[in-house]
């Protein structure tokens, strides 16, 4: 999914006018990029078998907005600063 985003990023890039939006669509491949090892961290916790529970079984994975205000390149770098 991450390589298909970039993939797209030219073109969508060109499809937008308004600058601000441009802005966005261009970190957005990045910003899902940077969640790899946090998702892949909390997966591998979530289905570690055990020897009390039969392993869950992933049926999907969906992504959504949660955060509608502030700048998400911001949040991207702080967030990277504070695990160095």
Sequence with gaps: LEQRLNDRLVE???????????????GFPQQFGALKDCLQSFLEGVFKPNAFEERALLRGVYFT???QEGSP???LIGSKAQSM
């Excluded at 969508?12 to 261009?26: C, F, G, S, T, V």
């Design 73 to 75: 390149i911001d949040r």
């Design 12 to 26: 969508r890039l060109q499809q937008e006018r308004d600058p601000a939006r441009r802005d966005l669509i261009y």
């Design 65 to 67: 907005s949660g955060t």
